[in-house]
DNA sequence: ATAGGGTTAG
């Protein structure tokens, strides 16, 4: 039977790959001594347990190459060429080979001081290992695991425990165990038997990690039970304790609860520290408190505390879940200016930032200089640089990362699966979807499509109308046993809009109903996007299903198709509408209606909504001036918006030029490449037909994206001639 | 692994 040792030192905890081993640290350097088994399961032995002894029966020393080959130096920092990895992989390999017979120690070979060759099936081997922290350390895992799973009895508990720890547990055995449980029940049961046991009464470490379980369970009730048994029993709580607290309140969405027992640490004596601080910016950031979050940081920068990268990391994600991106970049900056290197989380957290804000040329930097500094991407690097490319629609780079994932042979997660579905349905790339969906379908890994595969896959069908393709995948989706949800939904709806199915939109809408969904403002921006494409005919079966989503919508739909309502009355129930729906639809809604409006050729309505949505800063700075140039902006501005836009700007030069004002050499109008989801041709090319039925000498700029371009003395003749009465057309 | 904070999706 083959037994190879493998013994050596490496000089980096790093360089040990931390899934499969632990470490025994010996002041600077690792020594392990491998057992590799022919059943190709790795034990080793800390040699420190280990007497250095020579058995005559011992196992082969072996390391993978050529017998006269001297064994790899021990305390060098790189073991003569060969890395753990390959040493491990090479012992591995070779294990069912013959070894060579049993020889005494070569001269010249370097053996480890403080080893021990035993044969691995010997009993002294398994009571070394018994004795091993290692495996008691294993011993104790099992032990959690037993105590998560059995019931939530004190006899249970107690039989569970006694069973491996007998009467004499020590402290540091009820904090391995207590620290790996997950059940909160079966978790107090235990601590009370270590309180029984032990006989420190007021260990505050024991209820620390107890605590621990409850946030782990989100257990907010638990955890504070626990912590008023401390008080109340004259347990002394330390940082630790209000630490874990608050960020258990923070995972069970209490953030208030954070605040209240933040707020009471001073009480107990108990000064907030760097971890405290940095849990507490994170809970008020949640709770929508950046003021007091911001506070909190400048509080602890004053203090002059030195800030590790977690918690700028922290005060990152808090700029950046408020859209404040320019203070999550400042935030870095600081970082680095006081001399904290980022890592990878303050790296992911910032990536993720400058996808949300659509900045993907600083998505590029920042990632460049996480490689420039070696920092190793991981999943979450990938999906914050796929979401980044595809929100922003740059399918060069998105691709060219969905490469480089596969060229690293990285183990895709269904998440990641889902984010390169999600990437593809921004982009439109319904090829590489269903290239990816059959990857993911046959990988190794065992991902199973879940609703968020399936949701993505008919977003893909349903910006461009398939229906059949869309229905297939819903089919598909059903036989896996997925229920609809309003994702998958909301985008069958857009599909039957898309191609003018209205009775499947009111099937589909019916069916949401039954399945007791109730519809969201999003899905209701969907409807009215539905409806700004239906054929006039059908337009009131669609705004049926809108009244019967949200009667104040459906309403205001009705008001606005029927021309027989002033315009004054309709502007008012407009802003009482606008003023009540979420911040994130306000946009699209507008944008719908206008088209709504420029569909059915009522302008003056779509100016009515236009100059509403400015006033409540729905659209922002459409109209700008300087000196050299007046600009029209209408980037993220829908067709039918993006018109109303130049026909109200129009007239303001227009007015201009008759109050005998000059114009600027320049004149320009932004429309942005324009590449909407559900819109094959971008804005930019639909406004440019536009501007060619009006007559507008606007020319595209050969040098800047998205901008068509005048000059002044080509502008006057024509907006003069559409000033005249005879020319009167919109 | 051996009491506390941070990152992956409409």
Known sequence: MASIHVSFTCSSPAAVPSASFSSHQDRHHHTFLFTSFPSSQILYIPFSLSPWRKKSKTALIHDGRPAHVPFPPLRGPHPAGVSLQDAVAQASADSPAEPQAPQEQRPGATVPKNSIWVNPNSPRASRLQQQSSESRYARLGQLSGSLDACGPSEADVTEALAAVLRDKPSEQDAVVVLNNMENPETALLALRWFQEKIRIKKDVILYNVTLKVMRKSRNWDGAEFLLKEMLERGVGPDNVTFSTVISCARVCNLPEKAVQWFERMQEFGCKPDDVTYSAMIDAYGRSGNVDMAMKLYDQARAEKRNLDPVTFSTVIKVYSSSNNFDGALNVYEEMKALGV?????????????????????????????????????NRATYAALLRAYGKARYPEDALRIYREMKEKVMELTVVLYNTLLAMCADLGLADEAVEIFEEMKKSPEGCKPDSWTFSSLITIYSCSGQVSEAEGILDEMLAAGFEPNIFVLTSLIQCYGKAKQVDNVERTFDRMLELGITPDDRFCGCLLNVLSQTPKEEVEKVIGCISRANETLGSLAKQLIDEKVADEIFKVKAEELFKNISKEVKKAYCNCLIDLCVNLNMMERACVLLDMALKLEIYSALQSKSSSQWSLHVRSLSLGAALTALHVWMKDLSRALENGEDLPPLLGINTGHGKHRYSEKGLATVFESHLRELNAPFHEAPDKVGWFLTTKVAAKPWLESRSSPNMAAA
Do not use: C, F
């Open 341 to 377: 290197k980022p890592n990878l989380i303050t790296y992911n957290t910032l990536l993720d930032a400058m996808g949300r804000a659509s900045r993907p040329w600083q998505v590029k930097t920042i990632y460049r200089e996480m490689e420039t500094n070696g920092v190793l991407p």
